[in-house]
């Protein structure tokens, strides 16, 4: 089984709301990851998780927070979000992405976001 | 700062024909290169990973070649289908993913 799941599957939140995405693999992967893709873009990549542990934050605002709580899952929580958040949000998991860039990303359906 | 580039941008053609979708890498240094399927408002599904160590992968009427002196890849697609248009995307060099802007793939019937 190579699947990756995400909740909700569309998301619409004000700006002054709390919320959060949701990810879940059961492939025993110890990589997980999100993306972020506007329309007619290619994905781009937010936060990288390595065996729980945040490695990479790719600069992303503090208004996404993302946390692992064990190694199947992966949130993230959304808090005073602005209208060009609006966007596509892809989840990942690899095998583990110490090997040097050698394992196949599989990705999740995604959260569609709509911010007003 | 790693730049992927994909040519065509969009590709129109009736089925059956045999397809070339390229990608190249400002930075050759590839230790793998995923390509991966999008269509319209869904996830990306996985279609072939190309490690640094070969030089092709074949999944049935897919193939992907990878030229790690140029930074060029190739995926080809034999006797394509309606039910292969889709946006095909290129991405690498290694776990942490950049993506091409893809291409737009249409088989007409």
């Known amino acids: 089984d190579t699947e990756v799941t995400q909740t909700p599957k569309h998301l619409v939140m004000g700006m002054t709301n709390k919320k959060s995405l949701k990810c879940e693999q059961h492939?025993?992967?110890?990589?997980m990851y999100w993306y972020k893709q506007k329309a007619k873009k290619p994905p781009e990549l937010m936060f990288v998780?390595?065996?729980?542990?945040?490695?990479i934050n790719e600069s992303v605002p503090s208004r996404f927070s993302p946390e692992c709580p064990n190694s199947s899952l992966l949130n993230l929580h959304l808090h005073a979000l602005q209208p060009e958040d609006s966007a596509l949000y892809l989840c990942a998991s690899s095998q583990d992405d110490q090997s040097v860039g050698t394992d196949t990303q599989y990705f999740g359906p995604g959260t569609r976001l709509t911010v007003l | 700062k790693q730049e992927v580039t994909q040519i065509p941008a969009a590709l129109s053609v009736p089925e059956g024909e045999n397809l070339v979708l390229n990608c190249s890498f400002t930075d050759s240094a590839i230790y793998n290169l995923q390509w991966f399927r999008q269509d319209p408002g869904k996830g990306l599904t996985s279609l072939l990973l190309i490690q640094s160590s070969q030089r092709e992968q074949t999944s049935g009427r897919l193939n992907a070649s990878l030229d790690k002196s140029s930074g060029r890849s190739t995926l080809y697609i034999a006797a394509s289908q309606p039910g292969d248009s889709a946006t095909y995307l290129c991405?690498?060099?290694?776990?942490?993913?950049?993506f091409g802007a893809g291409t737009i793939l249409r088989v007409k019937s």
């Open positions: 991405a690498g060099p290694r776990n942490k993913l950049v």
């Open positions: 998780y390595s065996y729980e542990k945040l490695s």
């Open positions: 492939m025993g992967h110890r990589a």
